[in-house]
């Protein structure tokens, strides 16, 4: 069993940590978190499923105890007990860069839910390979994974072109009911947001599905797709109704979510890939689509689409076997062994 530092107890850090336990398939040693409100408290503090199994059965201790949460890695003590970091604090690859400098110098591996991490080089090129030197250099490996980004519209995609003789274009959609969602997630959509304050957010780039340009060139990149021009547009999805959601009423024509496009083209202007992310309260008929448009088609629906908050924890645990047997360095989901869903250890 894996035995991981979790860094960042959000709601989604604190997900991955209850997962880990139920699933039994990694064991959190270590935690840190910068909220001074957490100072002086266990995982299990903060986490009370921690330590519950399945139908929040107590089960037996497998450690001597939760860990204290630290305030920084540089409080974490027992280096020797980890095997992975698992990093969920940002989408933002230089926000997370500090972190993952001090955990590589110290030859830790790391799977982060870091959006920007997934294709690092559409947006920071330099810091990608500054991370990819200093992985090799101390032996250590660092991937950035998630539902979506990580596998939904390029992970996915890529792999669903191994049965092909030639892609001449891909077509992504994801399409999600936000209803059920994390609230981190709900405010990341706009929702509640009169026209105004959308397009305030927009501008301050504090709306926007992260990673949908990321996703596109990596399609690009692993197909040989040779985008050479691309774009993105975001545009409020507004409520037909007034509506409630975690964040508060959404009267009608404000702000339900966001409906998010991306287009890449070739040298010769044909348009090579194409990806529409939409998520919205009360949205209907959520479900994801790719379509690979070569020799032979294929297209893939999935009815109801892919839970985000449930699939990022699961494959960002899943990933860590996958991450720890490939090659010191920066990798991606397309350079490391297939990610899987692996039995409790």
């Known amino acids: 069993m894996n035995r991981i530092l979790l860094v960042g107890l959000g709601p989604l850090g604190q997900f991955v940590a209850n997962d880990a336990y139920r699933r039994g398939v990694a064991r959190v040693v270590a935690a840190v978190d910068i909220d001074p409100a957490l100072a002086g408290k266990t995982l299990a503090d903060v986490v009370p499923e921690f330590g519950l199994g399945a139908g929040g059965v107590e089960q ?3 450690s001597a105890g939760p860990p204290s949460i630290q305030k920084s890695i540089d409080d974490v003590q027992n280096w020797g007990e980890i095997d992975c970091a698992v990093v969920t604090t940002s989408s933002d690859l230089a926000r997370c860069a500090p972190t993952f400098r001090e955990l ?4 830790v591996s790391i799977v982060s839910t870091c959006e920007e991490l997934l294709y690092p080089w559409l947006r920071h090129r330099a810091l990608a390979d500054e991370l990819h030197a200093l992985a090799i ?3 250590a490996r660092i991937m950035g994974t998630g539902v979506n980004p990580g596998f939904m519209m390029d992970a996915l995609p890529v792999a669903a072109t191994a049965v092909c003789k030639s892609v001449r274009a891909v077509k992504c959609w994801r399409i999600q009911d936000a209803t059920t969602r ?4 709900q405010k990341k959509i706009g929702a509640t947001l009169d026209d105004a304050g959308f397009a305030a957010r927009v501008k301050d780039g504090s709306l926007r599905h992260v990673g949908l340009g990321e996703s596109l060139h990596f399609i690009s990149h692993y197909l040989g797709l040779g985008v050479v021009k691309w774009d993105e547009t975001i545009a409020p999805v507004k409520a037909e109704r007034d509506m409630t959601c975690g964040l508060g009423a959404i009267a009608r024509g404000c702000a339900a979510g966001v409906r998010q496009t991306a287009h890449g083209w070739n040298a010769a202007g044909e348009e090579v890939i ?3 992310f939409q998520a919205a309260i009360g949205q209907r008929e959520p479900h994801d689509r790719v379509v690979i448009e070569g020799e032979p088609r294929i297209d893939l629906r999935i009815e109801g689409g892919v839970h985000g908050d ?3 924890s699961a494959i960002t645990l899943n990933a860590i076997d996958s991450l720890l ?3 010191p360095g920066l990798h991606t989901m397309a350079t490391v062994p297939a990610v899987r869903c692996g039995a409790p250890r």
């Open 182 to 185: 994390r609230i981190p997630f």
């Open 104 to 107: 590589l110098l110290r030859g």
């Open 325 to 327: 047997a490939a090659a």
């Open 310 to 312: 449930v699939a990022t």
């Open 274 to 276: 194409t990806m529409e």
């Open 137 to 139: 250099e101390h032996g």
């Open 60 to 62: 037996p201790a497998r």
